[in-house]
């Protein structure tokens, strides 16, 4: 998913979006200009993730 699908899935900010898919950690790639995430990789991070808090 793109940084508007990630907007949606998580109910977030453009801005937000674009903080965390470019963040370290988060399993996004660059496909040439471009950041996407994979469901299930968004998924699985979540679940890594579960109770921890992130400031972007």
Not at 30 to 47: E, Q, T
Request: with cysteine; charged share 20%; aromatic share 8%.
């Amino acid at each position: 998913m793109d940084v508007k699908g990630l907007q949606v899935a998580l109910g977030i900010g453009r801005d937000t979006a674009y903080s965390l898919m470019h963040s370290k950690g988060f399993p996004s790639i660059r496909i040439g200009g471009h950041y996407v995430v994979g469901k299930d990789a968004l998924l699985m991070w979540l679940k890594r993730n579960e109770g921890k808090a992130y400031c972007l």
